[in-house]
């Protein structure tokens, strides 16, 4: 059966917001050299888009962490089904997110990189719930706070569907 979908960010919003982070991280980072890591496979699009966008010489690295399964809730479980292929000692890293939910994996994930001694590490979150958060994380660029609803589109999935949809949408369910 089709899911209802209704839309929450229009197409037109979520690219005016990308371009709006890109230009704060351009200023922040200027002609540092930014090393973006995008995690699979939520972060695809928000992280295209904003190496595309900003100013600064800009790197791409991908790494993919177990997440919900083909559900909508939180494990709490979290481990690494690809880790990066490049070392981030001394880089300037930005761990790119689609959505901050319990905050679990970012958690997780923001310890493990600190200890790779990265020159600087910063997270970056197209969406974020803050009513949801469980583990405090301290993001660094937040696109949208959202209400408790579950997204897709932007990447985002609900049971690997809806990634495609060039805007933010929440499945009725
Ligand atoms: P957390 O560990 O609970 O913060 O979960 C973060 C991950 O869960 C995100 O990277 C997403 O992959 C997934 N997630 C959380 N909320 C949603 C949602 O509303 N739609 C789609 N995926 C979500
Ligand atoms: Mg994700």
């Not at 689609?98 to 969406?127: A, H, N, Q, Y």
């Not at 579950?150 to 690997?160: I, L, N, R, T």
Request: net charge negative; charged share 30%.
């Amino acid at each position: 059966m089709a899911d209802r979908i209704s839309v929450l960010i229009e197409e037109e919003k979520v690219q005016s917001r990308v371009n709006e982070i890109a230009r704060q991280i351009s200023r922040d980072y200027k002609d540092e050299e930014v090393h973006l890591i995008c995690i699979l496979k939520g972060s695809l699009f928000f992280t295209a888009d904003l190496a595309k966008r900003i100013e600064s010489p800009v790197t791409v690295d991908f790494i993919s962490v177990s997440s919900y399964g083909d559900g909508t809730e939180s494990s709490g479980r979290i481990k690494i089904i690809k880790d990066l292929d490049d070392n981030i000692a001394g880089k300037n890293v930005i761990v790119v997110e689609d959505i901050i939910d319990s905050g679990r994996t970012l958690s997780f994930l923001m310890e493990m990189l600190k200890v790779r001694g990265p020159k600087s590490l910063k997270l970056c979150t197209f969406l974020n719930k803050p009513e949801r958060r469980v583990v405090d994380v301290d993001v660094d660029y937040i696109g949208f706070d959202i209400p408790d609803k579950f997204v897709v589109g932007y990447g985002m999935d609900y049971a690997q569907k809806y990634r495609a949809l060039p805007y933010i949408g929440v499945v009725e369910l």
